[in-house]
């Protein structure tokens, strides 16, 4: 089966950096993307970074460009999200998904979901 599991959220502040982990199964990251999508109380839930299993091509947010960086392991089956420099505005639930295909896609595509992993950055 198809699963995701989030960990690393945790309380930061401004300023400070959180390293967010992916681990998936039922599935190989070296033909399938994961993308990292965050949602804050009041707010759409945005699409934060993808990595694509082609040539590890990345996405990134505006909001987060320069901040934040994706990567993976294919070999221990896990996405990573290093986030630097966080500001108050990061505070959200962040997920993991995909949808099984090659290519970086959008939220309304993905078919599987991690639980999510609440990061909160005080001021």
């Known amino acids: 089966q198809v699963q995701l599991v989030e960990s690393g959220g945790g309380l930061v502040q401004s300023g400070g950096s959180l390293r967010l982990s992916c681990a998936v199964s039922g599935f190989t990251l070296d033909q399938h993307h994961v993308g990292w999508y965050r949602q804050a109380p009041g707010k759409e839930r945005e699409e934060v970074a993808c990595?694509?299993?082609?040539?590890?091509?990345?996405y990134y947010a505006d909001s987060v460009e320069g901040r934040f960086t994706i990567s993976r392991d294919n070999a221990k089956n896990t996405v990573y999200l290093q986030m630097n420099t966080l500001q108050p505005d990061d505070t959200a639930v962040y997920f993991c998904?995909?949808?099984?295909?090659?290519?970086?896609?959008?939220?309304?595509?993905?078919?599987?979901w991690g639980r999510g992993t609440q990061v909160t950055v005080s001021s």
């Open positions: 990595i694509s299993s082609s040539d590890d091509s990345t």
């Open positions: 998904a995909t949808d099984l295909s090659l290519e970086c896609t959008v939220a309304a595509e993905e078919d599987y």
